[in-house]
């Protein structure tokens, strides 16, 4: 009878699941790549985190020309792996807006995510000064990782968008639940996002809205005066931007 370490098991599941929390829905074999693991090892792990219903399998999105063959399906946490990772006070900070809504008005609710989001303006400039060879976008994935949002940042596919651009994408969300009832909290993170790069963004998904990650569109900020020294060069790159979830 073969002998399987139950703990060994377990981890080397908390690494997979973290590995699609941070990097966003992989297949078996980005998994494997990534974690220097077998294709058969990531198979049987995301059985299990299937079963348990922590990640669901999404066929991938078209993108260019499909060749021959069954593409390979993509894996993404469900909103129960996410609960596995940072437990939050959600019921809690939810019934405490529901409060602020009913007691002081829509207003207050907006002040108050606004007050939330006011660590994208303040953070921008040091990190960017820091970090001066990061593009724009990249300063907000650094931002953002340090609010425990695993973000990073990807190139926007040839023909996605009318403009050449990135996008900023977040792989948590530490609100998302109280996000899903209250908008005000995203909407006020877009607006500071668009005022720290002086031009419009958008918005594409959003995991309050069941959506497997956050991602918003950010046209060529290396034409847009920010007021921080750039050097022009572009470096932003997924496979290059290192991220760093803070619990």
Known sequence: MEFVDQTSDQSTRQRV???????????????????????????????HLLAEGAVEARDPRPVGSRGRGRPAKVF???????????AQYDDLAAAALRFLADTAGEEAVKAFAEQRASFIEERFGDVAATHPEASPAEVLAKVFTEQGYAASVRDLPAGAAPIAGEQLCQQHCPVSHVAHEFPQLCEAETAAISR?????????????????????????????????????????SANNEKERVIS
């Open 76 to 86: 993404a946490l469900t909103e129960h792996g996410r609960d596995g990772f940072e």
């Open 196 to 236: 720290v790069l002086g031009t419009h963004v958008q918005r594409l998904a959003t995991i309050a809205h069941g959506d497997g990650v956050c991602t918003t569109c950010i046209p060529d900020t290396h034409r847009v005066a920010t007021g921080l020294s750039a050097d022009g060069n572009d470096s932003a």
């Open 17 to 47: 699941a973290r590995s699609i929390l941070v990097n966003g829905p992989s297949t078996a074999a980005d998994l494997a790549e990534r974690l220097d693991l077998t294709p058969a090892a990531v198979r049987r792990h995301l059985d």
